[in-house]
């Protein structure tokens, strides 16, 4: 069985205000045990403020990228070890904001798995396809692209306690959810083409829905057999609309 995982992608938004009142709010909305890993990616600079706000509670602490060095002259990079070090334990790679304003490439995009693996902590490797690609029927390829540079460069194992986030391009920021049905099928897909090289991997890896997804459209999109949590960006911002989305998660897959 697997856990359903839940984690709040802040982007470039807050303040230590802001953070200090949602995550005080999020740990009294979720202060009992929940079926359900949880975790908040807040901006790099509030990381270790938030881990010592987040102190003894069932949240987890994410970043949101993180360099494929592990120390030397890289001015204004941040580390995995600095990551681990500050009590981080997944960092979200390859968003396609990233994968856009930052012309990362797959083969960058590996490079960060691998060095997330070898620090022991846990990628949330992004994919997904962009409007274009989707109408042109390449949602697929592109998912299988996007995947297959990381199996190619580190093996299908690599996926072994590893979190995929399916995101559409077209749905996020837009209020337009992909819908449950469309979403389960590339999720499907996705699970049934790691599979092709391990079925122990592809049961277990975890492979969370992003794109719009809020307290209304949560609790159908994680009924869906192959969705197993979410990455909410918009929705993370609020500690009522966040929490609901964990509980959704928390119910549906009981
Ligand atoms: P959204 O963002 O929930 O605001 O659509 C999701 C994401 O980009 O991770």
């Not at 949602?22 to 790099?44: H, M």
């Not at 449950?180 to 590339?186: E, S, T």
Request: proline fraction near 3%; glycine fraction near 8%.
């Amino acid at each position: 069985m697997r856990k359903p995982f839940v984690m709040g992608n802040w982007k470039l938004n807050g303040s230590i205000e802001m953070a200090k009142n949602l995550i005080d709010e999020l740990r009294e909305k979720l202060s009992t045990d929940f079926d359900c890993n949880i975790a908040v990616a807040p901006p790099t600079v509030y990381l270790d403020f938030a881990k010592h706000r987040l102190g003894g509670s069932n949240i987890l602490l994410g970043a949101q990228d993180v360099d494929t060095h592990l120390s030397g002259a890289y001015t204004g990079d941040t580390s995995a070890a600095m990551l681990k070090d500050i009590g981080v334990t997944h960092v979200i790679i390859g968003h396609s904001e990233r994968r856009t304003y930052h012309k990362e490439s797959d083969e960058l995009i590996a490079q960060k798995f691998a060095v997330l693996k070898e620090t022991g902590l846990i990628p949330v490797l992004c994919i997904g396809e962009s409007e274009a690609e989707n109408e042109a029927g390449q949602t697929e390829a592109v998912c299988a692209r996007q995947i297959d540079a990381v199996i190619n460069a580190l093996g299908v194992e690599a996926f072994n306690d590893a979190v995929i986030a399916y995101e559409p391009i077209w749905a996020i920021g837009t209020g337009k959810s992909a819908t449950p049905a469309q979403a389960q099928a590339v999720h499907k897909f996705i699970r049934d083409h790691i599979a092709k090289q391990s079925s122990d991997v592809a049961k277990q890896v975890i492979i969370q829905y992003g794109g719009s997804v809020n307290d209304k459209n949560a609790a159908e999109l994680f009924a869906q057999p192959d969705i197993d949590g979410a990455l909410v960006g918009g929705a993370s911002l609020k500690a009522d609309s966040f929490a609901a989305i964990v509980k959704a998660a928390e119910q549906a897959k009981k």
